[in-house]
């Protein structure tokens, strides 16, 4: 059985009472988290066995900080793995040098392919401000994908592919004017390729602070034949 549990919901920054992007995924015992932003560490109930991080924007991966610590106060402790681009790395460093990220984690670079405990991890380029990669978890009978943020891309189909659950950034309230590339995108968008890739379930979030979160719902149902959810801290999914 897989469960995905919601640490966090929101983009840029938290709203009082919520974290902003972050998950934790549970399958046969093993403990994953997909992303770590402001808020999210104090929402974790245990330990983990492994981290994944899209991108090194704070609000993805600043927790990853705090998760560090734990880490490095818990004697016998061994090296966390992390999978992420290599800017992730150079914030924890930069958050906390000594001990050195290395010390307490065992970066592995997220563009390359990976067996993760019982998942199998692959990851599709994202357009995006800077280096984002989507996230494909695939265990015997369950596939989860995850934007972390990103654009309209083609990649997109291919990410959610048949996915049991598709989890998408929707931060943007309106479409913007035609620009290339785009950086994000809205929950209408989020729906179109959830119907693209043949996805069975579409999670919304990263919204921005202060939205009206069953807008975007109503505009992905709009478009998208599946469950549409918006994610909010404490949800659990049962895959």
């Known amino acids: 059985m897989t469960r995905v549990t919601v640490l966090g919901s929101c983009g840029a920054w938290p709203e009082p009472g ?3 992007s972050g998950f934790l995924v549970t399958c046969n015992g093993f403990r994953l988290v997909l992303d770590l932003g402001y808020g999210t560490a104090s929402r974790l ?3 983990v066995d492994a981290v994944v991080v899209t991108h090194e924007h704070p609000d993805h991966c ?3 900080s705090a998760l560090g610590r734990l880490r490095q106060f818990t004697e016998g402790a061994p090296r966390l793995p992390l999978y992420c681009p290599p800017g992730v790395l150079r914030v924890l460093e930069a958050l ?8 307490v984690f065992d970066p592995h670079d997220l563009a390359e392919p990976a067996t993760v405990g019982p998942f199998r991890l692959e990851s599709r380029l994202l357009p995006h401000h800077v280096p984002n990669y989507g996230v494909r978890l695939s265990a015997p009978g369950v596939t989860i994908a995850y934007t972390g943020d990103g654009g309209p891309s083609p990649e997109l189909a291919e990410l959610a592919r048949d996915a049991d659950l598709f989890i998408a ?3 943007l309230r309106d479409a913007p004017p035609d620009t290339e590339p ?5 929950a209408g968008e989020a729906a179109d390729w ?3 890739a043949g ?9 921005w602070p202060g939205s009206d979160r069953e807008v975007p719902v109503r505009q992905a149902r709009a478009r998208f034949g599946g469950e549409v959810l918006a994610a909010t801290e404490g949800l659990v999914l049962t895959l």
């Open 18 to 20: 919520r974290a902003c």
């Open 45 to 47: 109930d245990g330990d």
């Open 62 to 64: 600043v927790d990853v």
């Open 96 to 103: 906390e040098p000594r001990p050195h990220p290395t010390t």
């Open 169 to 171: 950034e929707a931060t």
């Open 182 to 186: 785009r950086y994000l995108m809205t």
């Open 194 to 196: 959830a119907a693209r």
């Open 199 to 207: 996805a069975r379930r579409l999670l919304l979030t990263h919204f």
